[in-house]
């Protein structure tokens, strides 16, 4: 055998020694990767050997790159039907995704029709109507500006009155809803008058003893000597209609701030403000880890102030933008409320145990028996008790509360407002009153 011949030998058997490695990895690859695969050899072809061809710009027909491939694909038909059924998978999954969608965005649909019935006109013009331009109002100049931190001036002024001024705004209201304890007895009253229950979760009168929470001792017992209250925001970002983009006056933290100093100067607490940022990530807002990054700083905040007995996160809800959750509060246009309270258990499977919480029945005393002042001397302010499966960092003190302040709909002005009830029924739980 000559050596030419000899060669030839040689390369063919490496040639299809080569073609069978290619297809046992081709036969192991899926077909999405396949597909891709062969999408991305006919371009690369296309640039290497047709290089004008890819240079093409601004022609609304088919490309001869787009030419090419279809005759590509005449050739090989399996990669339509490929390409087709994963066209019908993903209209699938975005269908699933609008249904889940829908199913939550109708949840709280008739409650919060119902909050803006109750609350009735407040104020004039735009602020009493429920469906606010928000294009027009995101268009106001810095005038409006100045105008809201003219507000928050004079709320300040109040607050400055020190103990004069817990005593004035203790004489400026009074029970007007008085609600008899007995009434706890009946669970079924409670569960309709206090609490909405997300889908995802239930609890039973075994798990929410209303005569127990409603009577459990909560009052403060560290001096003010000592750090007492810690507030912050997991979502810092969240701003509102007519908030200064970048103006964190104006945003959910301006109104923890507002809450700090009335709970400091009017009621005498000492009083530790959060400021950090927990839902921006590389620059963008990301909220997918916010509580996760709020509990590693808080944990530590909370270590180095065991002294700390309240923890309050504070956030604004998101709602329809014809929704507009305001009430009158002493003649005042004021956000509506809702209290937040995760059970660490979901019906499909039961105890989170990944997500313990030693707390569950306290929180639920806290948000129970403010939930009981608010509705006692400021009837239509609370919107409900939110109870959800999940967690939501409640488990670092046996008094920490997520409060949902208002919604993206309503103004500065009127969350601002809002802090000055929840102050007073946070000073009434935490005095025993």
Sequence with gaps: MDDGKLLRIVLWLLLCAVGAYILIKGMSLDKKTLVNMCRDAQEKAIEAYLPGILETEGVKTQTPVEWLCSKVEEQLPFLGTIQAKEMEETE?????????????????????????????????GEENTGGVDAQSENQQSAENTEALQDAAKENAQTADAGDGGQAEASAANAIVNPISLDMFQDFDYVISNFYTIDKTTSINSDQLNAPALVSEDL???TGNDQPQILVYHSHSQEEFIDSNPGDPSTSIVGVGEYLVRLLRDTYGYNVLHVTDT???????????KAYNYAQDKISQVL???????VVIDLHRDGVPD??????????????????????????????????PNPYIQDNLAFSLQLALQAKQYYPDWLRTIY????????????????VECGAQTNTVEEEMNAMEPLADVLNKVLKGE
Excluded: W
């Excluded at 269908?95 to 407040?122: R, W, Y």
């Excluded at 509060?329 to 989170?352: C, E, H, W, Y």
């Excluded at 999940?390 to 997520?402: D, E, F, I, S, V």
């Design 92 to 124: 699938k999954d975005r269908e699933t995704d609008k249904k889940i969608m829908e199913e939550n965005s109708d949840f709280l649909e008739a409650k919060l029709l119902e909050e803006n019935q109750e609350a009735g006109p407040v104020g004039s």
């Design 303 to 309: 270590e180095e102030n065991p002294s700390v007995e």
């Design 278 to 288: 927990f839902d921006i990530v590389d620059g963008k807002l990301d909220r997918n």
């Design 387 to 402: 109870l959800r499966g999940y967690r939501y960092n409640l488990h670092l003190r046996p008094k920490a509360l997520l």
């Design 219 to 221: 009052k403060m017992t």
């Design 322 to 355: 014809d929704k507009h959750l305001v009430t009158d509060v002493n003649g005042k246009p004021t956000a509506k409320i809702m209290f937040f309270n995760g059970l660490s258990r979901t019906n499909q499977n039961g105890d989170i145990e990944y997500l």
